[in-house]
């Protein structure tokens, strides 16, 4: 063992040079140097991650005994080529003059010398040997070969990798496996991404330890496509530009894109699972939100205002997708359902690709499967056209655009990421969980120095928002429908707690036969996940419990970050295998498989009774909206009590009430009274009751102004229809 090199872990393969009429060179360690101090600060220069170990060596000089420094090859540093040391991250240099020796040092690699031990000179003599060597640790920074001057041939630094076996032998050394990670040193867990061994996937980077020669030699070829690996290969790629090593780089690149060639089979497999497990739904029946903001885009395309006739309370983003879909002639409910199957594909190949950056090749892989397959449960609404899938696209790609920052570390996409997150917010104002996930990661890894960069998120947000403000035509509508009746009126922090916790529990069997799996998965590979994926889950969870009702589509918003975690999880099961985990989950899928496959088969009113259990007016909403159609005009209104927005759209009628929803007539103050008006005042043609007037109004006065002043002229499967009295 070289003294003074920490566990021999320093030393890359070995070293050559000094004079070549003097005969092997001793060894010295640099604590005969009298360089101890120093030593320790170079040794952890190589501890963090740099890839090779810097020396210094005497050379004549005028008389005058001087350095030459510069750095041994590590093993595992692919871009250290010697001669022509590079320097240090981000820059590259090339000595003087080296093209002129290249056939020299050719012909000196090829016949390297024995390096042999020996024991070390008195200090008092040391000046008196010419070109002898002193290896020390060297930071990579000092990386430079200074020319020398005189008759003294240069000293050459080899790159002696086909001679590994021999040199180690000869100077008795472990190598130990240096492996640079970003900003991170060895030893310190992934904070945003973890390492894919395309060899062999059965380790984290974080348990990287001391190996032999042959392992090394292996481990060569892994690729570095997590976030911090691909930065770093980037890094060292620019890097090798100056150094004149095109065939070996093109070597890498070519290596990534082996490693990397089932990807755009995965993304295709991923956009044709995503819409073929959703095809069966498509004759389901419209959704009251699918139907209600349809209605909304139609009223606000006949020139009506929004937030103002046309009331709704989610911001334009979500109206504007169905007033796109409408404008193109995409209003049948068919329609909507294959741009509900053609979004979810998009989301997908978006989870893929921030998958990729921030867990590696097979994890993001198995986030793909999963997000095609059990994140495509029609438990969860999944096939509808929803505000959550919908807010879920610009809020994956925001975190997209912030692991390119991450990798990059230009501003920029720190701009983009904060437009992005604020087009998720104007879709609906719970998708803030990939900006919450950017901003704590920023604040975590970087305390204080994270602010700047916080401010660019959160800027590059304000901008759509401020967009949607400055379009709408009275903001102080705009404010009180997206806000104010989201805050005050209709979230977890309005209600009784009971209340809530009902509906919740209401919930829990949808989400459970949809996302037990993913659970399950997510769980496994909690402990060795990036820390970028489990503060997206955190988010997306505030985001779901934000809302306060826990409707079945909600969920959709954990579905990404819960595939990642679950894609994790996947990789521990290949790695480890414990068959109890492994028994575990495959009980859990096939038991979702079981409750999930019947209902393909089914017809879209028995698919609407498996869905929503607790919405029975779905399976006759169409039948309803026909009779509607076929006994009115088309100026006419009609009244649904109390919500069933999906009529309103499907017959084409116009509501006597502006408000379509259950929830905004029970908890918006006034708007009861205004109900009540509108029966007594017989603004609609046509009163549908599908729900128990008692539901919402406990006084009975609903009920009493339908007894007197309006007539029953047909049942439709259980629901009334009423006509006001002649």
């Given amino acids: 063992m070289v003294s003074g090199v920490d566990g021999g872990k320093g030393l890359g393969k070995g070293v050559e040079g000094g004079e070549p009429d003097h005969g092997p060179t001793a060894a010295h360690s640099p604590g005969q140097a009298g360089h101890e101090d120093e030593d320790q600060e170079r040794v952890a220069g190589v501890q963090r991650g740099n890839g090779g170990v810097g020396i210094a060596v005497d050379v004549m000089e005028d008389g005058q005994i001087g350095e030459r420094r510069g750095r041994v090859a590590d093993p595992l540093d692919r871009d250290a080529v010697v001669p022509g040391l590079r320097s240090g991250p981000g820059g590259s240099g090339r ?364 800027g590059g947000a304000a901008l759509p928002v401020a967009a949607g403000i400055i379009a709408a035509r009275d903001p102080s509508e705009w404010s009180a429908a997206v806000i104010a009746y989201r805050w005050r009126g209709d979230s977890i922090l309005t209600g009784s707690f009971m209340y809530r916790l009902g509906l919740f529990g209401d919930s829990m069997p949808a989400a459970a036969y949809a996302l037990a799996l993913l659970a399950l998965l997510a769980a496994i590979g909690w402990g060795r996940a990036p820390l970028l994926a489990r503060l997206w889950l955190a988010a997306a969870l505030v985001g779901v419990v934000g809302g306060g009702n826990f409707h079945y589509h909600y969920y959709i918003q954990l579905v990404p970050p819960l595939c990642i975690l679950g894609g994790v999880g996947v990789v521990r099961l290949l790695q480890e295998r414990r068959r109890m985990l492994v028994l575990a989950a495959g009980a859990v899928a096939a038991a979702t498989i079981a409750l999930t496959a019947p209902t393909w088969f089914e017809s879209g009113r028995a698919q609407a009774r498996a869905i929503w259990p607790h919405d029975p007016h779905l399976v006759h909403d169409a039948a309803i909206a026909r009779y509607v159609r076929a006994n009115t005009r088309p100026h006419d209104k009609i009244f649904v009590i109390w919500g069933a927005a999906s009529i309103y759209y499907l017959a084409d009628r116009e509501p006597a009430l502006r408000y379509m929803w259950l929830r905004n007539i029970q908890s918006l103050p006034g708007v009861l009274e205004r109900a009540r008006r509108v029966l007594l005042l017989r603004k609609a043609k046509l009163v549908v009751v599908v729900q128990d007037p008692g539901r919402i109004d406990k006084a009975g006065v609903t009920a009493r102004i339908l007894r007197e002043r309006y007539e029953r002229v047909v049942w439709i499967d259980g629901v009334p229809i009423y006509r006001p009295r002649r």
């Fill in 95 to 458: 000595e003087e003059g080296e093209d002129d020796r290249g056939g020299e040092r050719h012909d000196e690699h090829r016949r390297p010398e024995a390096v042999e031990e020996r024991s070390a000179l008195q200090p008092e003599k040391e000046r008196e040997r010419v070109g002898h060597d002193r290896v020390h640790p060297r930071d990579v920074e000092e990386d430079g070969v200074v020319p020398a001057a005189g008759p003294v041939p240069e000293v050459v630094l080899e790159d002696v990798r086909r001679d590994v076996a021999a040199e180690q032998e000869l100077f008795g050394i472990e190598l130990g496996q240096v492996v640079g990670d970003g900003t991170q040193r060895v030893g310190e867990p992934p904070a945003l991404g973890v390492e894919d061994d395309q060899g062999d996937e059965r380790g984290e980077v974080a348990q990287v330890g001391t190996g032999t020669a042959q392992r090394e030699g292996r481990d060569e070829q892994d690729e570095e496509h997590a976030l911090g690996g691909q930065r770093e290969a980037e890094h060292r790629d620019r890097r090798g530009e100056g150094n004149g090593e095109p065939a070996e780089r093109e070597q890498r690149r070519s290596a990534l894109d082996s490693a990397y060639r089932w990807t755009p089979l995965v993304a295709g497999a991923g956009v044709a699972l995503s819409v073929a497990l959703r095809f069966p739904f498509w004759s389901a029946p419209l959704t009251t939100d699918e139907g209600g903001y349809a209605e909304v885009a139609r009223r606000w395309q006949h020139g009506e205002t929004l937030y103002g006739a046309a009331w709704v309370d989610r911001p334009q983003g979500l109206i504007l997708v169905f007033w796109s879909l409408l404008h193109l002639g995409l209003d049948s409910p068919y329609a909507l359902r294959v741009a509900a199957a053609g979004a979810a594909a998009l989301v997908t190949l978006a989870t893929l690709a921030v998958a990729l950056r921030v867990a590696g090749r097979i994890a993001g892989y198995a986030a793909a499967a999963l997000m095609a397959t059990f994140g495509a449960s029609p438990y969860i609404e999944s096939f509808t056209l929803s505000g959550e899938l919908l807010a879920s696209l610009p809020a994956v790609l925001s975190l997209l655009a912030f692991t390119q920052y991450v990798r990059s570390s230009r501003s920029r996409w720190l701009v983009l990421c904060g437009v992005l997150a604020g087009c998720a917010l104007m879709v609906r104002q719970s998708a803030f969980d990939a900006a919450l996930a950017a901003v704590a990661y920023l604040l975590i890894t970087q305390g204080r120095r994270a602010l700047p960069k916080v401010g660019l998120i959160v």
